[in-house]
């Protein structure tokens, strides 16, 4: 069975417990199928007051993460120290930061497979770049814009990729059915009553027939994509998926 193992650097490990107590992650975490460590990069700063920036050089406004203390936090994670030691590859070192590369369901579905891999959580300004440059071997953004810091980035991110572990969700089949998993969004869904408000669920969705069904979702998601997310629509076309 395949499982997954997700370490955080923090300076806020207790944002987390929360996060990890409930729902799809929790029953991912007691199924053995996702181990979610939490590193708090303060237990490796290098004095008694756990000081884990400092004033930038050449000034400005902001405080920066300092290399050296996130680096030694780093190390504190066996499989990373052994990775180097034996020349292995290195376990993924993932940087939450607006600068990097868009995270979507693709790079999910990547890390899913990952085995294990590591998120750096950044605070204040910036994290030193000596460290981007020296153990940073991916750079990861939700979107164009700016979180307090990497924390909610994370959550996302292993929310995103603990689902697509196969037995992590109770219907693996409705996660391949998700959004963005064949490049477009899904489609609409309906439930109980078959009356609400006076909208009826479509007619299609009651008759019983599953290949009508199968074509009428997947031209709602092409048509929701068009309108919605243009972008994605002509991918798709791009890719000789099934058009309107």
């Not at 290195?90 to 790079?107: E, M, N, R, S």
């Not at 999910?108 to 590591?118: C, T």
């Not at 991110?157 to 603990?162: K, L, R, Y």
């Not at 992590?168 to 477009?184: A, N, R, T």
């Amino acid at each position: 069975m395949n499982s997954l193992t997700i370490h955080v650097l923090t300076i806020f490990p207790g944002m987390f417990e929360s996060f990890l107590r409930f729902g799809i992650l929790k029953r991912a975490i007691d199924k053995g199928l996702v181990n979610v460590s939490l590193k708090n990069i303060r237990d490796s700063a290098f004095d008694r007051h756990g000081t884990v920036d400092d004033t930038p050089y050449g000034g400005g406004a902001g405080m920066v993460m300092k290399a050296d203390v996130l680096a030694a936090s780093l190390k504190t994670i066996e499989s990373f120290r052994l990775g180097k030691r034996e020349n292995a590859p290195l376990v993924p070192v993932i940087y939450l930061t607006p600068q990097g590369k868009h995270f979507d369901q693709q790079a999910a579905n990547r890390l899913s497979m990952a085995g294990e891999f590591i998120l750096v959580c950044g605070r204040y300004r910036a994290i030193d770049e000596r460290f981007v440059e020296l153990y940073v071997t991916e750079e990861l953004s939700l979107g164009d814009f700016v979180l307090s810091g990497g924390e909610g980035a994370a959550m996302a991110v292993i929310d995103a990729v603990a689902r697509l572990i196969p037995g992590v969700m109770q219907d693996f089949e409705s996660g391949m059915e998700d959004s963005f998993q064949d490049g477009l969004l899904d489609c609409p869904w309906y439930t109980r009553p078959e009356i609400f408000e006076n909208l009826k669920v479509p007619d299609v969705l009651l008759s019983g027939n599953h290949a009508a069904i199968k074509k009428w979702r997947r031209e709602e998601s092409m048509k929701r994509t068009g309108l919605r997310r243009p972008d994605l629509y002509e991918n798709a076309k791009e890719n000789d998926l099934e058009q309107i």
